[in-house]
């Protein structure tokens, strides 16, 4: 069971390694800057990328190094810093308090994201206890609040049996974030190819990874749910929760296939998805049918926001971070934003990148997060 990007007890900063990897292009933007008087270009181009006001709607900002916040300054991002129950982390307590410091010092560009431990759940008190520190968070500033797919996939109730996310006694917490006016973000599952065998999955760094972690490969547990059957809980949970605002972190774990991702979004209309680690996903699609994944972006402008689960370790080098987030940042930019085409290791092929109309652009990497996380009265720090 993967966590993170690359396994559910995997180093995180590993996300960061995998996706930056790509190497400049030679050809030439599609658009160049309008001229004084004309009408801009219908598409962005790189020379655009750190004017563009951009959110960052899925990342972990786990030090207090200031180095994150000066990128996101430079790089011109809002960032949306999510705390979650994941054991490779610091203490949710100690998240916490990254959180409040780095939003008391850049309030109009951290953000960030609060959670809740599964520990005691069932027991007298839990829920009590659960929802009297989420009115907390919010109270302190947190936008959203985070559940991770331990349920689903590690946490197991006095019976011994898996807590899913539609378990009855998780319904309380939604309705309660729900009341809190925030939106619920739900990582379930793990990427597909966690469910194929090596020579089936469509990324080296998913084939490299489940090949040297066999703990981690569902394929080879067949005792543990099925992919399938986690997204069947999901969506009930979803469907139960009709007025809840319900993020699904990581392209909602149907990143294999964007016309089964438009179905859910087309079934859940309180549902927005974010693109966190797994835009090569979306690439190995784009490779294949570029019109059709260029169509889904555009249709769905609306429903999607751009993130990438980049993650600042407490003791991450500030240098070797900084060049590693920027490196993703502009890779996904030229990718979404521009026709250019970039070397994807991972999948080992040019990708040309989607040049997806600007108006687009603003909705994707911006205008959606500020409608989702209720920030739409803020203007971005120049």
């Given at each position: 069971?993967?966590?993170?990007?690359?396994?559910?007890?995997?180093?995180?900063?590993?996300?960061?390694?995998?996706?930056?990897?790509?190497?400049?292009?030679?050809?030439?933007?599609?658009?160049?800057?309008?001229?004084?008087?004309?009408?801009?270009?219908?598409?962005?181009?790189?020379?655009?990328?750190?004017?563009?006001?951009?959110?960052?709607?899925?990342?972990?900002?786990?030090?207090?190094?200031?180095?994150?916040?000066?990128?996101?300054?430079?790089?011109?991002?809002?960032?949306?810093?999510?705390?979650?129950?994941?054991?490779?982390?610091?203490?949710?307590?100690?998240?916490?308090?990254?959180?409040?410091?780095?939003?008391?010092?850049?309030?109009?560009?951290?953000?960030?994201?609060?959670?809740?431990?599964?520990?005691?759940?069932?027991?007298?008190?839990?829920?009590?206890?659960?929802?009297?520190?989420?009115?907390?968070?919010?109270?302190?500033?947190?936008?959203?609040?985070?559940?991770?797919?331990?349920?689903?996939?590690?946490?197991?109730?006095?019976?011994?049996?898996?807590?899913?996310?539609?378990?009855?006694?998780?319904?309380?917490?939604?309705?309660?974030?729900?009341?809190?006016?925030?939106?619920?973000?739900?990582h379930q599952a793990e990427p597909y190819n966690c469910w194929l065998p090596l020579d089936q999955m469509t990324t080296d760094n998913d084939r490299e990874y489940f090949a040297h972690h066999p703990d981690y490969y569902m394929y080879l547990h067949p005792e543990m749910p099925s992919h399938e059957?986690?997204?069947?809980?999901?969506?009930?949970?979803?469907?139960?929760?009709?007025?809840?605002?319900?993020?699904?972190?990581?392209?909602?774990?149907?990143?294999?296939?964007?016309?089964?991702?438009?179905?859910?979004?087309?079934?859940?209309?309180?549902?927005?998805?974010?693109?966190?680690?797994?835009?090569?996903?979306?690439?190995?699609?784009?490779?294949?049918?570029?019109?059709?994944?260029?169509?889904?972006?555009?249709?769905?402008?609306?429903?999607?926001?751009?993130?990438?689960?980049?993650?600042?370790?407490?003791?991450?080098?500030?240098?070797?971070?900084?060049?590693?987030?920027?490196?993703?940042?502009?890779?996904?930019?030229?990718?979404?934003?521009?026709?250019?085409?970039?070397?994807?290791?991972?999948?080992?092929?040019?990708?040309?990148?989607?040049?997806?109309?600007?108006?687009?652009?603003?909705?994707?990497?911006?205008?959606?997060?500020?409608?989702?996380?209720?920030?739409?009265?803020?203007?971005?720090?120049?």
């Amino acid at each position: 069971m993967r966590g993170k990007r690359q396994g559910l007890f995997a180093v995180a900063a590993v996300i960061v390694l995998g996706l930056a990897a790509c190497s400049p292009s030679t050809q030439p933007a599609v658009s160049a800057p309008a001229e004084a008087g004309a009408a801009p270009p219908a598409t962005y181009a790189m020379d655009d990328y750190a004017r563009v006001r951009k959110f960052d709607a899925h990342v972990h900002a786990n030090g207090t190094d200031p180095v994150f916040l000066q990128l996101a300054r430079s790089d011109n991002f809002e960032l949306l810093s999510i705390n979650v129950d994941y054991p490779d982390f610091p203490t949710l307590e100690a998240q916490h308090r990254v959180a409040l410091a780095l939003a008391r010092e850049a309030p109009q560009r951290f953000h960030w994201a609060a959670s809740f431990t599964m520990k005691g759940f069932g027991t007298p008190g839990w829920l009590a206890r659960t929802n009297q520190g989420l009115d907390a968070a919010v109270a302190e500033g947190a936008r959203a609040v985070k559940v991770w797919k331990n349920i689903g996939m590690v946490e197991r109730n006095a019976r011994g049996e898996l807590i899913t996310l539609d378990d009855p006694d998780l319904s309380p917490v939604a309705d309660h974030v729900q009341s809190l006016g925030v939106p619920l973000i739900a990582h379930q599952a793990e990427p597909y190819n966690c469910w194929l065998p090596l020579d089936q999955m469509t990324t080296d760094n998913d084939r490299e990874y489940f090949a040297h972690h066999p703990d981690y490969y569902m394929y080879l547990h067949p005792e543990m749910p099925s992919h399938e059957a986690l997204m069947a809980a999901r969506d009930r949970f979803v469907a139960a929760h009709p007025q809840l605002r319900f993020v699904g972190a990581h392209m909602a774990s149907l990143e294999y296939d964007v016309d089964v991702l438009a179905k859910f979004l087309d079934t859940h209309p309180n549902a927005t998805v974010d693109l966190a680690a797994r835009m090569s996903q979306v690439q190995y699609q784009s490779l294949r049918d570029p019109a059709k994944v260029r169509d889904f972006f555009v249709r769905y402008q609306d429903r999607l926001l751009y993130g990438t689960d980049l993650t600042q370790a407490p003791d991450a080098d500030p240098a070797a971070f900084r060049a590693e987030a920027h490196a993703m940042w502009t890779s996904d930019w030229k990718y979404l934003a521009t026709g250019e085409t970039q070397r994807i290791d991972m999948l080992k092929a040019d990708v040309p990148g989607l040049a997806l109309p600007r108006k687009v652009i603003d909705r994707i990497y911006y205008a959606n997060a500020l409608r989702e996380f209720g920030l739409k009265r803020q203007v971005a720090a120049r």
